[in-house]
């Protein structure tokens, strides 16, 4: 009976070990334009003209890591309206993309979907965990 707890414990540890409460903001042009810990892709969606993209400026990630994850490795991809990868780039806690960067990306599409996906730095780790990609906003051009 021992072993049978022991064992549910261990596997809802490991369950959990790549879960935790991470959050995110994300800032376009120093505006806040989402702040959430929920992957929901209708809620996160933004619009934003073609005259904001041409102002300097940036999108700003932060990404706020659970404990667990603190020394994980972080990537934020960005996909195309065809779910084709257009974008990706490692990133500690925050990286910025220029507005002339999205505005050369925009050029080939009208929506980029911005995700986040967390890995351990331990290679040996990486099946522990189920990785998946955490959607964290998407910026659909307007005229």
């Known amino acids: ?7 549910g414990l261990i ?6 070990f790549g879960q935790g409460s991470d959050s ?4 376009f042009n120093n505006q806040e334009i989402v702040y959430s810990n929920l992957s929901n892709e209708p809620r996160h969606t933004r619009s934003i003209s073609k005259a904001e993209i041409k ?7 932060l990404y ?3 404990n667990s994850h603190f020394n994980w490795f972080k990537r934020l ?19 910025r993309l220029s ?9 080939k599409t009208k929506r980029l979907v911005i995700y986040a996906l967390v890995e351990p730095a331990d290679i040996n780790k990486t099946h522990l965990i189920e990785q ?8 659909v051009l307007n005229d």
């Open 24 to 27: 995110w903001k994300i800032l």
């Open 77 to 95: 991809l960005v996909y195309d309206e065809n779910n084709n990868q257009v974008y990706t780039i490692a990133f500690n806690n925050s990286t």
């Open 64 to 66: 706020f890591t659970h």
């Open 11 to 16: 596997l809802i540890s490991l369950r959990s």
């Open 1 to 7: 009976m021992k072993t049978v707890l022991l064992t």
């Open 99 to 107: 507005n002339s960067f999205l505005k050369s990306l925009f050029a």
């Open 132 to 139: 998946k990609r955490t959607h964290l906003c998407t910026l």
């Open 55 to 61: 102002k300097t400026g940036f999108l700003e990630v």
